[in-house]
């Protein structure tokens, strides 16, 4: 079965760090670019972070220079170290496949059940 | 790239046909996708490439548009499908605001 499985999220106090784990299982992890993407509570999705196959990052404004996303294709794993954290990055983290790595004809196709990060003193 | 989905919210009956709308402030070709999200859960995939449908998903889902403009239409609506509907640029990934679909 295609399987990603999020873990690592907890609560953690302003300016403090975090480092999220997805473990993938049932496809060849290598050979997809994968995402992050976060939810607060009640709100929309926001796409956090990718990696291509090659090992490039990609952020949007709102995290460039706090989180950094890396992959561990010998362990099935992605990561998102979370530094610098502030109360508006409290949000359910999801890991995301990306369905035809390389391609904007594309979407995020396999989701794991998502990790709640809080930040709050 | 900015998304902007219409109406926010919706309510439907079941059988209706729903017609949900995204708007890209540029041209953004037929990168498009479709997800819905139900209370609790991760979203899932519906429609991709703006009209390509994915495995398994039933075939009352429907995307149409290039360009700026784009619609999801789900031609006769479910008890399943009341849920929160999100449009995806795939260009630089940003999701527009949502559309909440409940039931009238």
């Known amino acids: 079965e295609v399987q990603l499985v999020e873990s690592g999220g907890g609560l953690v106090q302003p300016g403090g760090s975090l480092r999220l784990s997805c473990a993938a299982s049932g496809f060849t992890f290598s050979s997809y670019d994968m995402h992050w993407v976060r939810q607060a509570t009640g709100k929309g999705l926001e796409w956090v972070s990718a990696i291509g196959t090659a090992g490039d990052t990609y952020y949007p404004g709102s995290v460039k220079g706090r989180f950094t996303i890396s992959r561990e294709n010998a362990k099935n794993s992605l990561y998102l170290q979370m530094n610098s954290l502030r109360a508006g990055d409290t949000a359910v983290y999801y890991c995301?496949?990306?369905?035809?790595?390389?391609?904007?004809?594309?979407?995020?196709?396999?989701w794991g059940q998502g990790t709640m990060v809080t930040v709050s003193s | 790239i900015q998304l902007t989905q219409s109406p926010s919210s919706l309510s439907a009956s079941v059988g209706d046909r729903v017609t949900i709308t995204c708007r890209a402030s540029q041209g953004i070709s037929s990168y498009l996708a479709w997800y819905q999200q139900k209370p609790g859960k991760a979203p899932k995939l519906l429609i991709y490439?703006?009209?390509t449908l994915q495995s398994g998903v039933p075939s009352r889902f429907s995307g149409s548009g290039s360009g700026t403009d784009f619609t999801l239409t789900i031609s006769s609506l479910q008890p399943e499908d009341f849920a929160t509907y999100y449009c995806?640029?795939?260009?630089?990934?940003?999701f527009g605001g949502g559309t909440k679909v409940e039931i009238k």
């Open positions: 490439a703006a009209s």
């Open positions: 995301a496949r990306d369905l035809y790595s390389g391609s904007p004809l594309s979407a995020f196709d396999i």
């Open positions: 995806q640029q795939l260009n630089s990934y940003p």
